[in-house]
């Protein structure tokens, strides 16, 4: 009876080795394949793909960045420079009138930039088109080509050649006692007896704005008179992005 109990117990004990190496066998090649799974397991998670897209870089300008590409260094003591991050566009100015303090009211709007009486409007377009063509598109569409058209041309200024400057005609009055600009009402962006005009950056593709001035006197730009003859605060203006 005592040998078969021993008999028994070596039995039992050896069941219970087998199940416990089994067991401990199993443990471990789990243990192994999770731990030891890929990362890239995962890489159709939304939270893990990365787009191969690339994106647009943000371009910023330091004030130093600025003051170089509006030659302020060049410009006399109190030029003012005016820049919008958000439109790309700036410009330079100074007192029309010398001895003068100039404090100018300055709107900015989604896309204008109000200048005392004086706009800058900024439009985006098609960058596979001129300036002539996003003009026709965006501006003149459905307006008859006989009342209105585009000319276009380009600046002698050597920091301009990369620019094109258009405006928007009309045919003159036949009536010889009218003002020139009698049939200016027939067309969008002429600015009547103000003038206005258009102008690209061809560096910067997909983006053009209009400008208008007032019949006020302008300020200038900064740089020194020669002649008596100063540059207004238009010769300045720059789309930098």
Not at 19 to 35: D, E, P
Not at 154 to 166: G, I, P, R, T
Not at 194 to 199: D, V, W
């Amino acid at each position: 009876m005592q040998q078969r109990n021993y008999s028994n117990i070596a039995a039992i004990v050896l069941i219970l080795a087998i199940v416990s190496v089994g067991g401990y066998y199993l443990w471990m090649k789990f243990w192994l394949t999770t731990s030891q799974s890929p990362v890239t397991t995962y890489s159709n998670s939304p939270k893990t793909q990365v787009s191969n897209s690339p994106q647009p870089a943000e371009i910023l300008f330091t004030q130093q960045d600025l003051n170089r590409i509006f030659e302020l260094d060049r410009k006399r003591a109190g030029t003012k420079l005016y820049y919008s991050d958000l439109l790309g566009v700036g410009f330079t100015y100074f007192p029309p009138i010398a001895n003068v303090e100039y404090n100018p009211k300055i709107n900015e709007s989604v896309n204008k930039i109000e200048f005392d009486h004086q706009l800058v409007e900024v439009f985006t377009a098609d960058p596979r088109l001129s300036l002539g063509e996003a003009i026709n598109d965006q501006i003149l569409a459905g307006y008859n080509p006989v009342d209105c058209s585009v000319e276009v041309h380009k600046s002698s200024v050597a920091e301009l050649l990369n620019y094109d400057f258009a405006s928007i005609s009309y045919p003159s009055s036949t009536n010889r006692d009218d003002p020139s600009w009698q049939n200016a009402g027939k067309c969008p962006y002429t600015g009547g007896s103000i003038g206005g005009y258009f102008l690209m950056n061809n560096e910067i593709p997909g983006k053009f704005i209009y400008v208008m001035t007032s019949q006020d006197a302008p300020p200038g730009d900064g740089l020194p008179e020669i002649n008596n003859s100063g540059n207004t605060w238009t010769n300045s203006i720059r789309i930098l992005k």
